[in-house]
């Protein structure tokens, strides 16, 4: 049997880690499955709006809050519990750490989603015209979004509430940017152009187009944002966990 390399065994030991330490945590469990539901039932319950149309945009919220609510909570309580350092001492690299807490991201992501995906069929019709791309928002959208936690995640931080307040102030406003409360069709002038900067916004189109056959780019534009956007993330915690390590943080 082919032995599995050091780093990629490195990334499935730190994956398991995470999953079984912080998946129950009340921050996750709060801003990752119940904020996105009581958001659903606060503009879309008794508004007498066809469910059917905005489920695409709601899915990929979920999507959005549960992928990345991992990333942020994981270094700042290592940092705080003293485990960080340790972990560094095993044999494993800085960049197995961040692609290891970018998958339990992804994993938790795409588990609750897909599980509310399910169970939404029993009360809505949800329709998917293409499966092909409904797969790829799923994979590429909670790639985007996990790594996009392990950023939130990468400021020299100690304290957990410190880190999540600092996710959601950029969390919370992306979600009435990008085309999901007001589709980008009504859209005009700042908002817009500010929706335009949103990843979330090209997860939303993609969903749209994979479930309702109607968007506004091309799935290709989606996809290659939403790849490129997951790359810069990476690289961009990566740089800075490697300079606060240089900075001895």
Known sequence: MMEVPLFLRGIIVITGKNMRLYYTK???LMFGLLFPLFMFFAFFVGRHLDLSTFFPAFLA????FTASSVGPLITPWEKREKTYERLLSYPVTQDSIILGDVA???VFGIGISVLVWIASNFFI???VTNWVLFSLAFLLGTLSCATLGALLASPASDSPPNVMIFSNLIRFPLIFISGI????QQMQGWGLTLAYCSPLTYMVDLFNAAMSGRSVFSPLTDCSVLIVV???FIVAARFIQKRNMMKGM
């Open 104 to 106: 339990a991201g992804a």
């Open 125 to 127: 019709v949800v329709g």
């Open 26 to 28: 009340p921050p996750v």
């Open 61 to 64: 919220m979920m999507l959005f």
């Open 181 to 184: 409360f007001v589709p980008l």
């Open 230 to 232: 997951s790359v810069g």
